[in-house]
């Protein structure tokens, strides 16, 4: 009896304690797993820099399957988690419903819109750093075919495909653009034996450079590209390491600054925040594995273009906008 | 649609056939004996991921494969184990095979690679490398440049991984198993009247573990080549399904070896065109069906014209595949005479399927033959009942 009643003392000092101590952040991840070598991954490592800089802790939940979204997001906000990153543009839909039931915590969702007083919505303008590597996949094709492929049939990644076609139309405006996308449900992210069996296809209507926008399916079409000796150009993460030499360059995400600066920030304004070229949200990789890939010229074009886009001189059309492309597509 | 198109499509389903077909034939020796298993798919996904991980570990994909295959055999020998040895029900037996293989594998590589329940990439040595026959290209950019027989030769014989060509060796080695060895007749006839079988003083459950553990061997090379040839690694439930559509392949062939090649092809040719074309014109598709027709009864008529010409089959065996042959061709040949302004091309090529339908093809054709659209299947008599020696 006396060690059981303190055994519940303890309990309960603990409880104490721990919502006394300052709450700890939290952060959701997509379906495609926290080892994606692609977004979701990106996102682990702005949580893993949080926590090495700062020496904090954090609660992190891998989603399994869709049904598991709200009740994940609701034990964390239970738990007393704040803020709670939600990776993924999937998970807006939950966190419509959830966000109002728990108005003392914020929320922070990445590629998805929310609107709500307690949830910041963080979106990337993808289609201008997915211009860049059009601009590069342009300039470095031999056969002037290239081609994309997407992971799940949405409009976000409809938005990577059309920003990289023009990209690759204002290179070389006699190009043709090949563009694929996996499948329509979720399972697409997945899926690299299909991207594979994609990206041959490409390969034999005359693609030579090859970008996948398709999570963990962009491995098997990274594989593939090396396979039969083309280039690719990778996804969200720096992904050169992938296939060294092989790898053209990288459309590079920065959605772990995204998730370090909502675990740092002392206050989470709510609304909408875009990181677009100007504040480094995203961009292209240059290191070690694809510097002999890359020209001077071709650094220097793609620098212009860049400096051009953040000043508003040029605009890359954004297919969300009005769900069309101005470059055509096979 | 030039020639190289279709090259691709036919190398393409070749390499999405080859996993069905493993899977297929095993299901074909489990359930000629007697024994239903619809623990392909979990056999498949344990095996892919044994490989991967033990392909990785060892940098040699032969150990990969060895493993892979252990871990089949012996989610058979637990099948065999409730099913024959205990009497259970075989589809249950079957669905938790399923279940603990999704788990499992899923469980073990987190544990092992922490990495999300995938295995690393392979690469080198810890993956089968295309199989390059003398004298042909492997890339498909030289092979464009060739003549139309080096790009058949290049493109569709050469260039697959060796499990290709041994699952295609496997057809004939089963037939003749099956119908030609003395394993092979007691075989089916424990599958159709094991009570004959016991009668003739032959062990009924030692032949039934034999079937169920060929089974597992198949199982382990279709799940091997899944994650070490047609990909590099494993991933979560990467078999995707294709054990049930071997399944259903193997209804489709009426639990036979050549027309469950026939049936492994079909389905591979219908995932490769879903592959390579989306959103396809409704001519183009057209098109590409009845090629596939006219090129399956060409084949097949010319098989049975053979089998004919040796004494043996009937002359009225003819008649299905000539009137394929002649349904075909007279579409290729019918429609321009039919429509000389060309308005009816014109029409069909406007129209234009949605992805979503190409993508969903194999799985209608799936629940199309499952609903004995395509003549009668009958399985083998006495299989999903455990044999009782006495009653």
């Given at each position: 009896m006396t060690t059981m009643k303190s055994l519940l003392g303890a309990a309960a000092a603990l409880a104490f304690s721990a919502a006394g101590a300052l709450a700890e952040p939290a952060i959701i991840f997509d379906l495609g797993g926290k080892f994606d070598r692609s977004f979701n991954e990106s996102a682990f490592n702005g949580a893993e820099r949080w926590a090495e800089e700062t020496g904090g802790t954090y609660r992190e939940i891998e989603l399994q399957n869709d049904a598991q979204r709200e009740q994940a997001m609701r034990r964390l906000a239970e738990a007393g988690a704040n803020p709670i990153v939600m990776a993924g543009f999937s998970q807006a839909s939950a966190l419509e419903v959830v966000a109002p039931d728990y108005p003392d915590t914020t929320f922070v969702i990445i590629d998805g819109v929310v609107d709500a007083p307690n949830v910041q919505s963080i979106i990337f303008s993808e289609h201008e750093g997915s211009y860049l590597v059009g601009m590069l996949a342009g300039m470095a094709s031999e056969t002037g075919t290239v081609s994309f492929v997407g992971g799940m049939d949405i409009p976000l990644i409809s938005r990577f495909a059309c920003g990289y076609a023009q990209g690759v139309v204002a290179a070389d405006p006699e190009a043709t653009v090949i563009a694929n996308m996996?499948?329509?449900?979720?399972?697409a992210w997945n899926d690299p034996v299909r991207g594979g069996e994609l990206t041959r296809g490409q390969i034999g209507q005359g693609s030579d450079v090859v970008f996948a926008a398709?999570?963990?399916t962009g491995l098997g079409v990274l594989q593939t590209a090396a396979d039969e000796g083309i280039l690719s150009i990778g996804v969200d993460a720096n992904q050169n390491y992938l296939h060294p030499g092989m790898v053209l360059t990288s459309m590079i995400k920065r959605v772990d600054v995204a998730v370090y600066d909502a675990f740092s920030a002392d206050t989470i304004e709510p609304g909408i925040f875009v990181y677009g070229l100007a504040e480094d949200g995203v961009g292209y990789a240059l290191d070690e594995f694809n510097q002999e890939l890359i020209t001077e010229e071709m650094i220097a074009a793609v620098d212009a273009a860049r400096e051009q886009i953040i000043a508003g001189e040029l605009s890359v059309h954004n297919f969300t906008d009005d769900g069309t492309c101005p470059v055509e597509m096979q | 649609m030039d020639f190289m198109t279709i090259l691709q499509l036919s190398d393409s389903s070749l390499r999405l056939a080859t996993p069905l077909l493993l899977a297929c034939l095993a299901g074909l020796f489990s359930e000629r004996a007697g024994i239903f298993d619809i623990g392909l798919e979990g056999k498949m996904l344990a095996a892919a991921f044994f490989s991967a991980a033990f392909a990785f570990t060892t940098q040699n994909v032969w150990i990969g494969l060895s493993v892979g295959i252990i871990a089949s055999v012996t989610l058979s020998l637990l099948h065999g184990l409730a099913s024959i040895t205990f009497r259970g029900n075989q589809l249950i037996s079957g669905v938790a095979i399923n279940f603990l293989a999704s788990g499992m594998t899923v469980v073990i590589a987190q544990t092992w690679f922490s990495q999300g329940g995938r295995t690393p990439a392979l690469s080198g040595p810890a993956r089968f490398e295309e199989f390059v026959l003398p004298g042909a290209s492997s890339r498909i950019r030289d092979i464009a440049q060739q003549d139309p027989l080096g790009q058949v030769y290049s493109e569709l014989l050469s260039g697959h991984s060796i499990l290709v060509y041994i699952a295609l060796l496997i057809v004939p080695l089963t037939w003749w198993i099956l119908y030609r060895t003395r394993f092979g007749l007691r075989l089916r006839a424990v599958g159709e009247n094991p009570a004959a079988v016991d009668t003739a003083g032959i062990s009924v459950v030692w032949l039934r573990f034999a079937a169920v553990m060929i089974c597992g061997v198949l199982c382990g090379l279709a799940g091997a080549y899944l994650a070490t040839g047609l990909s590099a690694g494993f991933v979560r439930e990467m078999s995707a399904g294709r054990g049930f559509i071997a399944l259903a392949a193997l209804i489709f062939a009426k639990w036979r070896p050549w027309e469950a090649l026939g049936a492994c092809l079909l389905f591979g040719f219908l995932d490769a065109v879903g592959n390579r074309f989306q959103n396809i014109e409704l001519l183009t598709f057209l098109n590409l069906v009845f090629l596939f027709v006219v090129l399956v009864g060409a084949i097949m008529l010319v098989l049975r014209a053979i089998a004919i010409a040796r004494?043996?089959?009937?002359?009225?065996?003819l008649t299905g595949p000539a009137i394929a042959l002649g349904v075909g061709l007279l579409f290729s040949i019918g429609l321009p005479m039919l429509d000389p302004d060309g308005g009816l091309s014109a029409t069909l090529n406007n129209i234009v399927l949605p992805v979503q339908f190409m993508q969903a093809l194999p799985y209608i054709l799936t629940v199309v033959i499952l609903a004995g659209f395509v003549g009668r299947a009958i399985p083998p008599r006495a299989g999903g009942e455990p044999y009782v020696k006495e009653r």
């Open positions: 996996t499948g329509t449900t979720p399972a398709a999570g963990g | 004494g043996k089959g009937k002359t009225r065996a």
